[in-house]
């Protein structure tokens, strides 16, 4: 089955520690998002990535950093530096640049700070 | 700044009322539009998308949307809801000189049976 994978479901971090959260994508698409969603909030993009070893700030990435060393994979660690990291993370991808694009969405990480 | 407003943050509806959830954006270049749905407990899924060409799109569920380029907008409607359309709905917006996809802050729908 073609998707996105995100794992675990739900993490628990005490507070001052590093996590990160894992995205796998097998749709061969270069594209690839995180997005934090809070209630009332919507999606608001933290990096992504148009090409391996390349990726940009979203509008909310202090406290965040990602690697892309691979095509297929995106991981996301939220740092001891994310003043709120509680919520639910979602990656993403598509198609870029074509301008034929959707984004394809993972189940989701639900990360809870404790 | 880039950015797209949803209008309405929670809409109740009786069921086979019409509905009409409005979205703009702000943004000078070429784009496109999505509208997603989150049905409770489930993950966000593609209801329709805009490209190019005619404006008025259809998409799933009877759900369509209008590209109105001169307002910025992509309204999202439903001429008759049904209750299994309680969800949240999420406008995207992509952008072509920055090549990413930004959302909405969502309109959470609650139909009454």
Redesign the interface.
């Known amino acids: 089955d073609g998707g996105i994978t995100q794992s675990p479901k739900y993490l628990f971090r005490k507070e001052g520690q590093n996590v990160t959260l894992s995205c796998e994508q097998n749709l061969n698409h270069d594209a690839m998002y995180w997005y934090r969603q809070d209630p009332g909030q919507g999606l608001r993009l933290i990096y992504y990535s148009q090409i391996v070893n390349d990726f940009q700030k979203g509008d909310i990435a202090e406290g965040y950093s990602v690697s892309r060393e691979k095509k297929e994979s995106f991981p996301l660690t939220v740092t001891s530096a994310q003043k709120n990291p509680t919520a639910f993370y979602l990656c993403a991808s598509s198609r870029p640049g074509q301008g034929n694009t959707e984004a394809f969405f993972g189940q989701g990480t639900r990360l809870t700070v404790v | 700044a880039q950015s797209v407003s949803?209008h309405n943050?929670h809409v109740i509806l009786s069921e086979a009322a019409s509905l009409e959830l409005g979205c703009n954006y702000s943004y000078g270049g070429?784009v496109?539009l999505?509208w997603y749905v989150q049905y409770p407990g489930q993950?966000?899924q593609?209801l329709l998308?805009y490209?190019?060409g005619d404006p008025l799109v259809k998409g799933i569920k009877g759900f369509e949307a209008e590209f109105i380029k001169s307002k910025f907008s992509f309204n999202l409607r439903k001429p008759s809801v049904q209750w299994s359309d309680t969800a949240e709905y999420?406008c995207?917006l992509?952008m072509?000189r920055d090549?990413?996809?930004?959302?909405?802050?969502?309109t959470r729908l609650h139909i009454l049976p």
């Not at chain 2, 090549?99 to 969502?106: R, S």
Request: proline share 0%.
């Open positions: 949803q943050h070429t496109n999505f993950h966000l593609l998308k490209f190019s999420f995207a992509w072509n090549d990413k996809i930004i959302f909405g802050k969502g």
